[in-house]
Structure formats: structure tokens, C-alpha cells
């Protein structure tokens, strides 16, 4: 559905009018210069301005404003940590946005059923810390942890290092509180471990992106926290070599936490940023965790993958076991983001995936995407997961990067993979949607969306 913006925002006046009485001024926002602050996410999509920003704090004002904003015809986009990286918090046709951070509360935390209940406004790293401290462990770790939040993290399915072992947010979440367009609450899932009572709607809403229902409550699974942790850094001298130890590390039965691989142009671009103080001869580096119940568990694991990393040429691979080694081994990854910008004046980047086994293929042939297209690629990521984040980097601002990144789509489908590993569709990537999956299946997925949301005003523009 698209909507004329001129409309939107005579509706949106009307909006902020009867929220204004329903739930008071101060949580209704008009003031068009903090409304520029929603505009935007971490995306590279066009910003675009909401015509009213609501500030929720409660249910009640979730309901209220799904209420009115039904009647009214105003579109809504929720915003929790506005962290997103495919535009999916951006109101692309004006109307309001729904902001959900201040809802910030963890309602329960329980050590018998291993459940915490928490509003979406909770921030990722905070809830980590608040569990750590009473011997438990949520695993979903985004590397946005510090400033996305469990509201975002739902509808984004989101993913990160310790996926690999664990799963991504979907396999932590047991129910959620979900509010439709109009008002109407359901309490979908379970918070049992088993359930199986009629279809699994916390499976759908979980990665909807904002487009089915606004989550207003989510039962997450908690674990025990691991007492025993250790971190690995293998260095080698070519690519294929830490691919290879990817493949051997998991037909050996080893079940790291974290797998992460940086390729020859992340590593080259960590050392012209001084980062991470990467030595000359490595090409491709794995930073590896094993964490469990015990240290010589742990300690038998980390011996019989560094074994493979010798059997696989490493240069050498180091080990960390208290908190300031884990911190340098951990520098690489960490100063990447900001080193990769600072490599290029412009870059896209997606978030792509590829069976384990394919991702020599996937590689090589980005290789050949870069030169066919005279420009530099660069790909880091969960490589346990087969999820490499793949930058295409230029500085000419007349470059068009869309020859290459199309490229790069058609290979990663014709080698079995999918587009968004974590990322989400949103606005950044729907032009490669039908490239994945058949008009047939984005037809049945439209008729889902329209039995949550007949009237379309729920994140409208996103996905499709
Ligand atoms: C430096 C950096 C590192 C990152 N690393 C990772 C990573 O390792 N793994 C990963 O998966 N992602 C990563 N991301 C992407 C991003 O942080 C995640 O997608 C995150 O889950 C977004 O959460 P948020 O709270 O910021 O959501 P927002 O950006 O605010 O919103 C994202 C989507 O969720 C919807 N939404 C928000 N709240 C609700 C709600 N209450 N109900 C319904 N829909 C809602 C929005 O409408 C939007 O479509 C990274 C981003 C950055 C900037």
C-alpha cells in the first residue's frame, strides 16, 4: 500500500491531538526538530521524518495509540534502539512512530523456570548484565548490545557471535505480549519450555519487523551462566586455510560459542587503522570461544581446536582465559566497524549467508565481484553460522556500488544462501526479496500480513 504523505500528516495532527488528551502532552511529540531524531536509523536508507512521535510507557499507551491510529488511517512504525541496519525503524510515508524505549523495565527474572519477562524497551547488554549477576545467561549478543533492545532484537530475529551455540533471538524467545493495529492484546507463546498448542505465532512476530504486531512484553529464555570460558585468536597466513579450520573445527563435533572470521582485506584494513596490532604475515584470522560447565571441559576443547588450526597451517594461535587477555583478543573484532568506515569514503553493506560448506565459493567469488567492478570487498562475520557480513567500500561518489552488490546477491543465491543473516529486509534490501523467494511465497507471506494488519498501516513500506 503507499500513501500520500500530504494525507498522513493531516491525520497525524489528529493523531497527536486526541493522544495529546488521552495519555497527556509530554508523551506526545511534535516538535519537528526531536521528531528528525526517529528519521533515521544505522542504515544508509533515506531518512524520513514521522509527522508525531509517541513515547510509550505502558501497554495502555501501545493500545491507545494502535486504537486511534486505526481510526484515524495513520501509518506506525515502532522504535526501540533505533540500531537497525535495513531501515525497518524509518517511517517512510511520515505518520508516527511508535518509540517503545522508554518501556525499560525487567519484570521477573525467574531462577527455577529460567524465564525473564521483560518490557521491548529493555537494552540487550543491560538485561546480559542484570542476569550475569544473580548466575544467569541470556545468549543473544548483538554487537549493538550496548544501545539496541529487546523490542528491536525481536522483530529483527536478531543474531551475533554467540549464535552459532545457542541460536539467534528466536530460539530465546518462549512468548511474547503482542498488541495488532487497533488495539487488540494477545499473549502469544508459552513460557514453559515445551508447547505446543496450535500454530507458533511467537515464531512468525519474531523477525516480522514491526509489520505484523508491536510487541509490548517478551518472555525470553535464560540458561545458566557458563563457568567455564575460553577465548582463542588463530592467525593464518591465506583464506582458505581458516575456512578449511571452520569445516574441520565443526566435523570434528566441536561446538564453539563463538566463530568469527575476518578475510585478507579486513585484516589489512585493521592494520592501516593501527588496530587490533595484527602482524604483517596473517591473511584471515578466527576468533574462537568454547565456554561449558567446567575448565577442563572447556580447556579439552580449546586443545583439539587449536590441534586443527595446526593441522591447517596456522601462523599461531593464541589463548585467553581471564578478562584483560579476552579484551585484546577481542580488540581485532571489535575496532572492525570503525576501521572498515574508515577505509572507504562510501559503503554498502549486507549481511549475507551461505551453507558452511560454500563459503570458499562465497569468497572466492566476491574476490571476483570486487575486480569485475573495480572496487574493494571486504567480508568479516559469524562464520560458524555461514553469516558473513560482506562491505563493498569505494571513495569516487560518482561510483555506482548496485552492479556489484546485485552480483553479489546472485551469487550468494546460486549457492544456496539466503540475503539477511540478521539484518532483516526493511526498506534496504526488498529489492532482493523476489530475487529469493517465489512470487507464490511472497504472496501467501502478503496474506499473513494482511490477516494481522487488513488495513496496512503497521510499518507499511517494509519487507515487500
Ligand atoms: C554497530 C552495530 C552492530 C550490530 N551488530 C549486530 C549483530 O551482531 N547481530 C544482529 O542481529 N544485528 C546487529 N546489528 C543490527 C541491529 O542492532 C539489530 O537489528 C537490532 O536487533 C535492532 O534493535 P533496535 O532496538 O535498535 O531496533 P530498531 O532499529 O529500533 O528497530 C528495528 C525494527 O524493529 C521494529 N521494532 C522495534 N521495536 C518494536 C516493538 N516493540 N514491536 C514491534 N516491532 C518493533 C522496528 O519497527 C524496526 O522494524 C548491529 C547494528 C549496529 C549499528
Redesign the pocket.
Known amino acids: 500500500m503507499i500513501f500520500d504523505k500530504t494525507q498522513v500528516k493531516a491525520r497525524s495532527e489528529q493523531l497527536a491531538l486526541s493522544l495529546t488528551r488521552r495519555l497527556g502532552a509530554a508523551q506526545v511529540v511534535t516538535d519537528r526538530d526531536i521528531l528528525e531524531s526517529y528519521a533515521k536509523?544505522?542504515s544508509s536508507c533515506e531518512p524520513c521524518c514521522p509527522d508525531v512521535a509517541i513515547r510509550a510507557r505502558s501497554l495502555e499507551d501501545i493500545v491507545a495509540t494502535l486504537e486511534e491510529a486505526l481510526q484515524l488511517g495513520v501509518p506506525v512504525?515502532?522504535?526501540?534502539?533505533?540500531?537497525?541496519?535495513a531501515g525497518?525503524?524509518i517511517p517512510i510515508y511520515g505518520g508516527c512512530v511508535l518509540d517503545?524505549s522508554r518501556m525499560k523495565q525487567v519484570l521477573e527474572i525467574d531462577k527455577t523456570d529460567l524465564v525473564a519477562v521483560v518490557e521491548?524497551g529493555v537494552v540487550t547488554g543491560e538485561l546480559h548484565a542484570q542476569v550475569e549477576a544473580m548466575g544467569l545467561f541470556y545468549s543473544p549478543d548483538?554487537?549493538?548490545l550496548e544501545?539496541?533492545?529487546i523490542?528491536?532484537?525481536?522483530?529483527?530475529n536478531?543474531?551475533?557471535?554467540r549464535a552459532f551455540k545457542y541460536g539467534c533471538t528466536r530460539e530465546n524467545v518462549l512468548g511474547l505480549e503482542a498488541v495488532l493495529m487497533g488495539g487488540a492484546v494477545h499473549q502469544v507463546g508459552k513460557r514453559t519450555i515445551k508447547g505446543v498448542a496450535g500454530y507458533d505465532l511467537t515464531a512468525l512476530l519474531v523477525g516480522s519487523?514491526?509489520t505484523l504486531?508491536?510487541?509490548?512484553k517478551a518472555v525470553l529464555r535464560l540458561r545458566r551462566k557458563p563457568e567455564a570460558l575460553t577465548t582463542l585468536l588463530a592467525r593464518f597466513s591465506d583464506e582458505a586455510s581458516a575456512t578449511q579450520t571452520v569445516a574441520r573445527t565443526i566435523e570434528a563435533g566441536l561446538v564453539p560459542r563463538v566463530l568469527e572470521f575476518m578475510d585478507a582485506t579486513v585484516v589489512e584494513t585493521l592494520r592501516q587503522a593501527g588496530a587490533g596490532s595484527v602482524p604483517e604475515d596473517t591473511s584471515a584470522l578466527l576468533l574462537c570461544e568454547f565456554d561449558g560447565p567446567t575448565e577442563s571441559a572447556v580447556e579439552a576443547d580449546a586443545l583439539r581446536f587449536a590441534d586443527i588450526c595446526e593441522e591447517q597451517a596456522a601462523l599461531d594461535v593464541l589463548a585467553a582465559r581471564h578478562v584483560g587477555e579476552r579484551n585484546a583478543l577481542w580488540a581485532a573484532r571489535r575496532d572492525m566497524?570503525n576501521a572498515i568506515k574508515k577505509r572507504a569514503a562510501f559503503k554498502v553493506a549486507e549481511d549475507i549467508v551461505v551453507p558452511r560448506s560454500k563459503a570458499p565459493a562465497m569468497l572466492e567469488g566476491m574476490r571476483r565481484i570486487g575486480e569485475r567492478h573495480k572496487t574493494l570487498v571486504a567480508a568479516y562475520g559469524h562464520a560458524g553460522d555461514g553469516n558473513y557480513h560482506v562491505n563493498v567500500l569505494w571513495d569516487d561518489p560518482q561510483y555506482d556500488p548496485h552492479p556489484a552488490v546485485d552480483d553479489l546477491i546472485r551469487l550468494v543465491l546460486s549457492l544456496g544462501g539466503t540475503i539477511t543473516g540478521?539484518?532483516?529486509i526493511?526498506v534496504a534490501k526488498r529489492r532482493y526479496l523476489p530475487w529469493e523467494k517465489s512470487e507464490a511465497h511472497l504472496a501467501l507471506q502478503r496474506g499473513l500480513k494482511s490477516q494481522f494488519d487488513p488495513a496496512g498501516l503497521l510499518?507499511p513500506g517494509?519487507i515487500f
Open positions: 536509523d544505522e512504525t515502532a522504535r526501540a534502539g533505533g540500531t537497525g541496519k525497518g525503524a517503545v521491548p548483538p554487537n549493538s544501545t539496541c533492545c523490542g528491536g532484537n525481536v522483530a529483527h536478531a543474531g551475533g557471535p519487523e514491526g504486531a508491536l510487541t509490548s566497524s540478521e539484518h532483516g526493511g510499518n517494509k
